[in-house]
């Protein structure tokens, strides 16, 4: 039997709604795997303020539940547009990304229904791949399908996965944000021992400096980093934060 | 209308597994709620290993959903013990705690299925209140319900949650720790702007510690802190970290 590499995962979520709005519409949520493992969501809803979380906060639940019973990453994806879809006969989209950790195929699974990229970075200061297939949101057409790419646990493994609002960032004054090129930079930049937290934190910052602090849309920014393992215990930690 | 004080919401988490066992029994999820504020979870399932994770895979899971579905906590509690009990003809308990920032209310709920007490801090270094009242775990009798506290939510306000893990560690060496005692001695020396992540840190390494290193039984800690606002941007955070 192979000996899985003394690795660690970190996940970094950051998240800001859009500037004189109560409400954001992203809504991101965790669960926990069955077999092992956890898987992230990440759902824009169209339009923002209470109409746009209401549509992202059924689509999450959605997906959420059904993950927690088991259920694989594309058929989770496929269920919350046929859902969303009956539920809004049609009239109502949404962006939808699902990030897994699976420990029982040792990969990183990613599902994306959104017109944003994804960034994979693997090493320190390498180029970094761009996941821009073509991909549709769900809640419209019919037989909405994720793009789903499948990456080994390693490590130096990055992915970045954000809404829209982070490519809105800055376009106003006509000086939107590089992302590739910023996240490349960061990767090089930042030290293993808090990268995912690093990335994400200088990612927003970035695009509401951009937007001149006063974002022009709802902005979630999700960053999973597989590094080498840096705390010597095996605890398992987690830790919000946020104004309220 | 009143004014919400300007404060900050903390939640760390800190899980070890027993030693010398592949996966913990305790389970700990957390949700957004759909009227606002998070909920969460804390599940200790009956045993340890596989079979505990099974179990308190599936109450965490229904108590989860539930609370996404915006039901109330004790409906919620009341729900998963009814559905343990269903499942598992009332052969097999849990422990169930929940705690949630209800930003309606503006109260923080705590939930207790479970021997182990709450601790509740407020203000720095003053004495700690202890919810240990009666209480039973869910799966076994009939008609169980939790026992809940709601306190309105202010400054300096700390909820410290642990699963039985904590209170056996150190027991076969005649030295269990005094939580309540730790616990106030932590609010008195840490700092506010991390004090939810160094309170649930350092009550779990001091655990450890007492168990020499090898935990004689899965340990969870939660700590929910309510702090004048630290940070000046509107950004909610999210982190995780543990090896794989």
Redesign the interface.
Known sequence: MDV?P????????????KYAVSESGD??????R?QG??SLVIVDGQRSGKSAKAIS?IVA?KA??LL??GVRDGAAARAAHDYLRTMRGGQVSATLNIVS?D?VTRTLVISRNSHCPVIVGEGRGNEVQVLDGPSQAIGVHSRTRPVITELP?KPDLHVVVFTDGLLAAGQRQGQALDVPLFVRQQLAAYPTNNC??SV??AL?NRA?ELDQGRPSDDISVLVVS?VP???P????????????
Chains 1, 2 share one sequence.
């Open positions: 899985p003394d690795l660690e995962l970190q996940v970094a979520v950051a998240k800001v709604r809504t991101v949520e965790m669960i926990e069955p493992g956890l906060n639940r959420i539940s927690a019973d950790v420990l646990l995912a937290r994400a934190d927003l509401v597989i393992r840096q705390q215990d095996g605890t398992r930690r987690l830790s919000v934060r946020f104004p309220i």
